[in-house]
């Protein structure tokens, strides 16, 4: 193979205008490795999305097939004179069981929501005139009488969104967890605590609001701090935020009476991979009667995909646009350079040299020459990944925060009926921002393959577009003149 | 060894060859010399021998076969060396990598042979000092010395070169005149050189103008 040394000759003697083809082409395959990583990267935060900004799914009552129920029976019983009552059934504990037990669900939540009176303590009341001891919200709270103090049975705090998205936060003791169930252990906020001297160890009572009446002694074993945030949007008709205090859902359930034992509000399922929800929700719908429903919400998940989306379109067209230019950047030097060495390749097609090797005298010249922009590039292309990655990830989070804080709101416009139909922190997780999506820029074996490709690729075509001029060239023009 | 038949070539107009109607032989062992004016088409003519264009009208052959059944570019590569006024030598070789390159693509019998192709540059007078370096650091007598070299390493028979001391002093034109004789007789090519220069042609076997579209031998 005369024309590889020949190439390597050429290469060696020209050591300036190698160094300077090799800056070049170091140059455009940093771009080429840049855009390559950024869109690696938007990738595995995509997948890591479906772990931290993740998705749910609730089951709760068919609120639309009470409805239906409630003004049938209103319009086939029109002799009656009592008003139609709107009944929701209580969601099945069992029901929950099975639907845990689909492939795509992780871990779920019990949500059951209930209201009672201070006995032991005196509620917070909202700095904004409302009394917490007057009563509290009125008549359009609930559709069982209620008291001063929101009591919100769950499994486990740590599996709320209100927790899980650190709105609220443990700041003494512990959370309520799946071991506290059928246990008279709370969780209360630090104001309602530091207002009664209340600590971690203490009890305090509260009385039931609807048929005995029974006075309910229960445990502190935590404090947590509630956000500012969750005050605000609390809306007007609510308690103090401070005056939720978090129990087991089976506390719940007794409070509210015997035959909800075994019920729930609302069951809150996380699932594994928010990509497949919906094939979740339809196995899910299979389990259990008309007359509860699966709600979803991915709306966090689908926020940091949609921007991760964004980043790694963004990418794919850097690499192409990049690859492209640096393509005919390429053919365009080596266009130069055949002209500059036609003398050259006149001299060996007067010794008879074939015209293909002499295409793979440059070829390979170049060949060598991105070998060594393919090392530079790669050294050099987590440096501008990571300029790159940083500067997209903040402008595309600040997008995606402003259309998911819009688009969150009609989720919450249900003030009044019983609050198991999401639960306090589903109404709030879609309007609060999710998570960063963080983008990890790191140069990995495929990345490094895939930039060897694009840079034999570029090599390959731009020798190709040149090799007209080799393949047209005529040695008699040439070599006497 | 090489025949020209009723050779003929014009570049636009048909109406205004050249020359036409040629037929020339020339023979091995032998120096052939062609003079003329400037333009009257004697590197036209070589280019034709040389293999780098084809006839407008009648027929080169090498022994019995026409260059067109050799094909050109076997031809250029196995049966003829060409020597230019302008050296034209790899100009990031050294005169050993010169003469190793077209070894190589020639095929010739010495392929990889550096003390053979070493021999060569030292009969021409190109020593030991100057055999590594880049040829752009060679005098115009020396590089054309290597292009002389490099055509005698190759195991083409015959030797065609267009005005080789166009660019020469008068002892190097000596010099390369000698060699080209030396080609002749010594190795047994045929050498044809292109000159204006009735001095150089006078060193020749034979003598050839070219002159109102025709070759006339000078006695
Ligand atoms: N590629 C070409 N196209 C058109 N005309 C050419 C070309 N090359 C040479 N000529 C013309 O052909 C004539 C002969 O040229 P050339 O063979 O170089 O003459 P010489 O070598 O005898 O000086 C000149 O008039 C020249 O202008
Ligand atoms: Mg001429």
């Known amino acids: 193979?005369?024309?590889?040394?020949?190439?390597?000759?050429?290469?060696?003697?020209?050591?300036?205008?190698?160094?300077?083809?090799?800056?070049?082409?170091?140059?455009?395959?940093?771009?080429?490795?840049?855009?390559?990583?950024?869109?690696?990267?938007?990738?595995?935060?995509?997948?890591?999305?479906?772990?931290?900004?993740?998705?749910?799914?609730?089951?709760?009552?068919?609120?639309?097939?009470?409805?239906?129920?409630?003004?049938?029976?209103?319009?086939?019983?029109?002799?009656?004179?009592?008003?139609?009552?709107?009944?929701?059934?209580?969601?099945?504990?069992?029901?929950?069981?099975?639907?845990?037990?689909?492939?795509?669900?992780?871990?779920?939540?019990?949500?059951?929501?209930?209201?009672?009176?201070?006995?032991?303590?005196?509620?917070?009341?909202?700095?904004?005139?409302?009394?917490?001891?007057?009563?509290?919200?009125?008549?359009?709270?609930?559709?069982?009488?209620?008291?001063?103090?929101?009591?919100?049975?769950?499994?486990?705090?740590?599996?709320?969104?209100?927790?899980?998205?650190?709105?609220?936060?443990?700041?003494?003791?512990?959370?309520?967890?799946?071991?506290?169930?059928?246990?008279?252990?709370?969780?209360?906020?630090?104001?309602?605590?530091?207002?009664?001297?209340?600590t971690v160890g203490d009890t305090m009572t509260f009385k039931e609001t609807s048929g005995d009446k029974n006075t309910v002694k229960v445990k502190i074993v935590g404090?947590?701090?509630?956000?500012?945030?969750?005050?605000?949007?609390?809306?007007?008709?609510?308690?103090?935020?401070?005056?939720?205090?978090?129990?087991?859902?089976?506390?719940?359930n007794t409070i509210k009476g015997s035959k909800y034992a075994g019920t729930a509000d609302s069951v809150t399922?996380?699932?594994?991979?928010?990509?497949?929800?919906?094939?979740?929700?339809?196995?899910?719908?299979?389990?259990?009667?008309?007359?509860?429903?699966?709600?979803?919400?991915?709306?966090?998940?689908?926020?940091?995909?949609?921007?991760?989306?964004?980043?790694e379109g963004f990418a794919n067209k850097i690499v192409w646009l990049v690859a492209i230019a640096g393509t005919i950047i390429l053919a365009l030097i080596v266009i130069l350079m055949i002209r500059e060495r036609r003398f050259e390749i006149g001299v060996l097609l007067s010794l008879g040299e074939a015209r293909w090797k002499i295409v793979a005298q440059f070829f390979t010249e170049m060949l060598m020459v991105i070998v060594v922009a393919i090392a530079i590039a790669g050294a050099g292309g987590k440096f501008v990944g990571n300029q790159l990655g940083s500067q997209l990830v903040s402008q595309s989070t600040t997008t995606q925060t402003t259309t998911s804080t819009t688009s969150g709101q009609p989720g919450g416009g249900q003030p009044g009926g019983t609050?198991?139909?999401?639960?306090?922190?589903?109404?709030?997780?879609?309007?609060?921002?999710?998570?960063?999506?963080n983008l990890e820029i790191a140069v990995s074996a495929v990345d490094l393959a895939e930039l060897g490709g694009f840079g034999l690729a570029i090599t390959f075509l731009s020798i190709m577009i040149a090799s007209g001029g080799i393949l047209r060239l005529e040695p008699k023009k040439v070599l006497f003149s | 060894m090489l025949k020209t038949q009723d050779l003929g070539y014009w570049y636009q107009d048909k109406t205004q060859p050249l020359f036409q109607g040629i037929n020339l032989t020339f023979e091995s062992g032998k120096?052939?010399?062609?003079?003329?004016?400037?333009?009257?088409?004697?590197?036209?003519?070589?280019?034709?021998?040389?293999?780098?264009?084809?006839?407008?009208?009648?027929?080169?052959?090498?022994?019995?076969?026409?260059?067109?059944?050799?094909?050109?570019?076997?031809?250029?590569?196995?049966?003829?060396?060409?020597?230019?006024?302008?050296?034209?030598?790899?100009?990031?070789?050294?005169?050993?990598?010169?003469l190793l390159t077209a070894m190589a693509i020639t095929e010739a019998k010495h392929a990889g042979d550096r003390a053979y192709a070493k021999q060569i540059l030292n009969d021409l007078g190109i020593g030991d000092d100057l055999i590594d370096r880049n040829v752009q650091h060679l005098s115009g007598g020396q590089q054309q010395r290597v292009a002389i070299a490099r055509t005698m390493c190759c195991d083409a028979r015959l030797v065609v070169?267009?005005?080789?001391?166009?660019?020469?002093?008068?002892?190097?034109?000596?010099?390369?005149?000698?060699?080209?004789?030396?080609?002749?007789?010594?190795?047994?090519?045929?050498?044809?050189?292109?000159?204006?220069?009735?001095?150089?042609?006078?060193?020749?076997?034979?003598?050839y103008r070219l002159e109102n579209k025709q070759f006339t031998e000078l006695a």
């Open chain 1, 1 to 198: 193979m005369n024309f590889f040394k020949r190439a390597w000759l050429n290469i060696w003697a020209k050591k300036g205008r190698s160094i300077l083809l090799i800056l070049v082409s170091s140059a455009i395959l940093m771009f080429v490795l840049a855009g390559l990583l950024i869109r690696s990267a938007a990738v595995k935060a995509t997948e890591t999305a479906k772990n931290d900004a993740g998705a749910t799914m609730t089951l709760s009552a068919n609120r639309q097939a009470a409805f239906k129920k409630m003004s049938q029976s209103s319009s086939s019983s029109s002799s009656k004179t009592s008003r139609p009552k709107l009944t929701l059934t209580p969601v099945k504990l069992s029901d929950a069981t099975k639907i845990a037990k689909l492939s795509n669900i992780k871990n779920y939540n019990v949500t059951s929501s209930t209201s009672a009176n201070a006995k032991s303590y005196d509620t917070v009341s909202t700095t904004t005139g409302m009394g917490g001891n007057s009563g509290g919200p009125g008549g359009m709270k609930s559709s069982t009488s209620s008291g001063d103090t929101q009591i919100d049975g769950v499994t486990a705090t740590s599996l709320t969104t209100t927790f899980s998205d650190s709105q609220s936060k443990i700041t003494k003791g512990r959370g309520i967890t799946a071991s506290d169930k059928n246990t008279n252990n709370v969780v209360i906020e630090k104001e309602l605590a530091s207002q009664n001297n209340l």
């Open chain 1, 223 to 252: 404090i947590y701090k509630a956000s500012s945030t969750s005050s605000a949007s609390a809306g007007p008709m609510s308690t103090d935020p401070s005056n939720t205090i978090y129990a087991s859902y089976t506390l719940a």
């Open chain 1, 269 to 311: 399922f996380n699932v594994t991979n928010p990509a497949k929800v919906s094939a979740t929700k339809k196995a899910g719908n299979k389990l259990i009667s008309s007359k509860y429903s699966l709600s979803t919400d991915d709306a966090s998940y689908q926020s940091v995909k949609a921007s991760m989306d964004n980043v």
């Open chain 2, 31 to 98: 120096s052939y010399a062609i003079l003329g004016h400037s333009g009257t088409g004697k590197t036209t003519f070589l280019s034709l021998i040389a293999g780098l264009d084809k006839p407008k009208e009648g027929d080169i052959l090498l022994g019995d076969q026409s260059l067109k059944q050799i094909g050109l570019t076997n031809y250029r590569r196995h049966d003829v060396a060409i020597v230019f006024q302008a050296y034209n030598l790899f100009a990031y070789m050294s005169p050993m990598n010169n």
């Open chain 1, 419 to 437: 609050k198991g139909s999401g639960g306090p922190g589903n109404m709030q997780a879609t309007s609060t921002k999710t998570k960063d999506p």
């Open chain 2, 161 to 207: 070169a267009d005005e080789p001391t166009g660019n020469l002093d008068e002892d190097n034109t000596k010099a390369v005149i000698d060699q080209f004789q030396r080609i002749a007789h010594e190795q047994n090519k045929c050498v044809i050189i292109v000159t204006h220069e009735p001095d150089v042609a006078a060193q020749c076997d034979h003598q």
